[in-house]
């Protein structure tokens, strides 16, 4: 009868068993969400910046090319006035 006995607790033992595994599996699955949210507030941290420091890369292309085209402007009065300065034959 003792046999009989202790071969019924051997599914409950196998059940018991794969109850553990999953449990365990759970609580890793659990702390691999974790670090994935933390990992995707940082890149998305890291995103923010990029945009923020492109949006500011665009402005400074835009200065810049508006300065560019200022010193033309003024690179071709000043050769204008040169022109006219060597029309006088000073």
Do not use: C, F, H, Y
Request: a negative charge; hydrophobic letters at 40%; glycine letters at 6%.
């Amino acid at each position: 009868m003792a046999t009989k006995g202790a071969a019924g607790l051997e599914p409950i033992d196998r059940l018991e068993e794969k109850i553990k595994t999953l449990v365990s599996l759970i609580g890793r699955l659990k702390n691999e969400q974790a670090r994935v949210v933390d990992e995707n507030a940082r890149l998305q941290r890291e995103l923010d910046s990029v945009k923020a420091r492109l949006t500011d890369a665009e402005g400074s292309s835009v200065e810049a090319t508006a300065l560019r085209e200022e010193r033309d402007m003024i690179k071709a009065r000043v050769t204008e006035m040169l022109q006219q300065l060597d029309g006088l034959n000073l």
